[in-house]
């Protein structure tokens, strides 16, 4: 079955830029979803389609997906960005969704 | 707006089944071409897809659970059900239901609801 890879952490300073990334094979032929998770809360979607944000979405999150690995940026980090992030793909093999390991954003 | 909220009973037995339902509440459940999910996640660890139902009854599973799991809609009650059979401490976890649509994403969710297993 199809594998995402998720770096397990990603720290960053206040103000400044995160990247998470989502490896898998060929996921630039896949479309790509980001959610974000903060703790006891249910997940939130915060991108879709690869690049779209959600209504309500900072203007501040974004994505790009190309070759083996799709990236989330998330400028100018707030404290209120701290959570953990999920990527999430169709596997079209096996007809259903898979998601990554998580990533967990710390904001120093 | 449509909202999700799963019920059920918080602490089950090893070896028993474990049963929740997710009412969908502010729009049908027989509406649009969306299927309804159940995920879970164990306490400090990731998302896990059990699997999708249609309003129509057409299920898919998560194979690695496929052969103890029942997903079910009652679409008079705007409800679908997860069944969990023979369960271990290993399915201790946070389950949440989810509204998705095919090749895309989950939106909404419902707010989660842990589950225990144990004597």
């Known amino acids: 079955s199809y594998v995402l890879t998720q770096p397990p952490s990603v720290s960053v300073a206040p103000g400044k830029t995160a990247w998470i990334t989502c490896g898998g094979n060929?996921?630039?032929?896949?479309?790509v979803y980001w959610y974000q998770q903060k703790p006891g809360q249910a997940p939130v979607l915060v991108i879709y389609?690869?690049?779209d944000r959600p209504s309500g979405i900072p203007e501040r999150f974004s994505g790009s997906n190309s070759g083996n690995a799709a990236t989330l940026t998330i400028s100018r980090v707030e404290d209120g960005d701290e959570a953990d992030y999920y990527c999430q793909v169709w596997d079209t093999s096996s007809d259903h969704p898979v998601f990554g390991g998580g990533t967990q954003l710390t904001v120093l | 707006q449509v909202q999700l909220q799963e019920s059920g009973p918080g602490l089950v037995k090893p070896s028993q089944t474990l049963s929740l339902t997710c009412t969908v509440s502010g729009g049908s459940i027989s509406s649009g071409s969306y299927y309804w999910s159940w995920i879970r996640q164990p306490a400090g660890k990731g998302l896990e897809w059990i699997g999708r139902v249609y309003s129509s009854g057409d299920t898919n599973y998560n194979p690695s659970l496929k052969s103890r799991v029942t997903i079910s809609v009652d679409t008079s009650k705007n409800q679908f059900s997860l069944r969990m059979s023979s369960v271990t401490a290993a399915d201790t976890a946070v389950y949440y239901c989810?509204?998705?649509?095919?090749?895309?994403?989950?939106?909404?969710w419902g707010q989660g609801t842990l589950v225990s297993v144990s004597s």
């Open positions: 060929n996921i630039g032929s896949k479309n």
């Open positions: 389609y690869d690049t």
């Open positions: 989810a509204r998705g649509r095919f090749l895309e994403w989950f939106d909404p």
